[in-house]
């Protein structure tokens, strides 16, 4: 990965976790249109190859709540594909862009995550049904 990539990917990182960060603190007054133009962002990022990381670091590992429902929301508007696969870092293989997996276990006792999973499974492609 070069370094324009690694620190574009750490920059949205970072951006994400003072967000969430700042939701955590007062839900009430969060400025969503930062998430969104976040969101924006990472769409764009993903479109030129940074995203895969950005997207698996922001939805796996998190319970999920309205601020990650909110963002995958936003992600899908901006044109953010879910089920794209890309190359990894070595060239090795094919990986996901989005974990699909972790959001699926987060599903089975998580009503923000269930809603999320129901989202995709609306849109994913027939070869690719959830």
Known sequence: MSILKANN????????MTLYEQWEDVPSR?????????AQEGAQAYNEGY??????????????GEFHERFLGYLLDAGFDPFKM????????????????????AALDNPYSAR???A???????????
């Open 116 to 118: 999320m999973q129901a």
């Open 86 to 105: 890309v190359q990894d870092a070595s060239g090795t293989k094919l990986i996901a862009v989005f974990g699909h997996t972790g959001l699926a276990e």
């Open 51 to 64: 995203g895969p990381s950005f997207h698996i670091l922001t939805f796996d590992g998190y319970p999920h």
């Open 30 to 38: 969060f400025a969503w249109e930062s998430l969104q133009a976040l």
């Open 9 to 16: 990917i750490n920059h949205l990182v970072g951006d994400f």
């Open 120 to 130: 995709l499974e609306r849109i994913a492609p027939e070869e690719l049904a959830l």
